[in-house]
């Protein structure tokens, strides 16, 4: 895989999908970042299959810190992503495991793709 530093679209959809927190219960709001051909499960997670054999499962999680959405504004320095709001969670939420998940699932890695729900309040989903 590709530093993500050096790839636009990653970089792109990354910098988009910290533009707000998603606390449990929002999770869905990330919908429009996801491939498609997924189901979501009755606790709201996520699930896609690529390739019929693999019995590996990618999982990363949706939901972030804390109870209430709130705006960032991501920017990148010196390869590092920072965000302009003190009372962000960014660290404290998965959406870079998230993209890894995409990356692979675009790049045709068999497995079973699992995006939880509710990790971060005691991992329901």
Request: charged share 25%.
């Amino acid at each position: 895989m590709q530093n993500i530093m050096n790839n636009k679209k990653l970089l792109n959809l990354l910098t988009r999908m910290l533009s707000r927190t998603t606390p449990h219960g929002y999770e869905r709001r990330l919908e429009r970042y996801l491939p498609e051909g997924g189901i979501w499960d009755e606790a709201d997670n996520y699930i896609i299959k690529i390739g019929t054999t693999s019995e590996t499962l990618f999982c990363a999680h949706l939901d972030t810190v804390g109870s209430r959405r709130v705006k960032t504004k991501p920017h990148i320095e010196h390869d590092v992503i920072y965000t302009t709001r003190k009372s962000s969670c960014l660290g404290g939420d998965d959406k870079c495991g998230v993209l890894c998940l995409i990356a692979m699932i675009k790049a045709g890695i068999p497995g079973t793709y699992m995006f939880h729900a509710g990790e971060e309040c005691g991992g329901i989903g």
